[in-house]
């Protein structure tokens, strides 16, 4: 069974703050993914990356940055954490490219910015 | 681009009863098509998607979707909803070739007892 793991379920975070959210994946998955997920407006794409050290911008990735320096780990990084980021964060992964491939989900983190 | 719209914010219905929920998506060619169910304070997870082929897709846990390409939809069914079935559950649309799904903004579902 794919496993996607969250380091946290819920964070409490001042503004200005810097914050990592980390996401392991145990399937050897080529693709990784962060999401947001806001109440009415489903998810949102952040940033995908596709290999080791590799990545692209979603939807929406201002005042959001990630890092992926080894394949199982995939990193989503706020710079200085604003009110606006309280949301709830997903990873998921994919074991190749392409839509042809599940996306499997991680339980999520549940932001708070104070 | 894709979009997908998924009308129904709120579904309410009692236990036992039929259930479908509706997904309409914009995109020129047939997209792939996937459903996802959320539970409460969990991650997403794959019921059933649609790739080519028979337009009806059988999925897990009792669900099935009918892809209708005359009509862009592609509508979530269960003939009769448990009360573990209350979830939020997301319709999701990709172009062929794309590595990103584009989602609609969920369908929450109660069910009463």
């Known amino acids: 069974d794919v496993k996607v793991t969250q380091s946290s379920r819920y964070l409490v975070k001042r503004t200005g703050e810097k914050v990592f959210l980390e996401c392991v994946q145990d399937m050897d998955h080529e693709n990784m993914f962060w999401y947001r997920q806001d109440p009415g407006l489903g998810l949102r794409l952040i940033y995908f990356?596709?290999?080791?050290?590799?990545?692209e911008k979603g939807d929406i990735p201002e005042g959001y940055s990630v890092s992926r320096e080894k394949k199982e780990r995939f990193s989503l990084i706020l710079e200085s954490a604003s009110t606006n980021q309280t949301s709830m964060y997903l990873c998921?992964?994919?074991?190749?490219?392409?839509?042809?491939?599940?996306?499997?989900f991680g339980p999520g983190t549940r932001l708070l910015v104070l | 681009a894709q979009s997908v719209t998924q009308p129904d914010i709120h579904i309410t219905v009692s236990e036992g009863a039929s259930l479908e929920l509706r997904c309409n998506y914009s995109?020129?060619?047939?997209?792939?098509l996937f459903w996802y169910v959320q539970s409460p304070g969990q991650g997403l997870q794959l019921l059933l998607k649609?790739?080519?082929?028979?337009?009806l897709v059988q999925g897990i846990k009792g669900f099935e979707a009918e892809f209708k390409r005359s009509q862009s939809s592609f509508n979530l069914r269960k003939p009769s909803v448990h009360w573990s079935d209350a979830a939020e559950y997301f319709c999701?649309?990709?172009?062929?070739?794309?590595?990103?799904?584009?989602f609609g903004r969920g369908t929450s579902l109660i069910v009463h007892p």
């Open positions: 649609y790739f080519s082929g028979d337009t």
């Open positions: 998921a992964s994919t074991l190749r490219g392409g839509l042809a491939e599940t996306q499997y």
């Open positions: 995109y020129g060619a047939t997209p792939y």
């Open positions: 999701a649309v990709g172009p062929r070739g794309s590595y990103i799904p584009t």
């Open positions: 990356s596709y290999d080791v050290k590799m990545k």
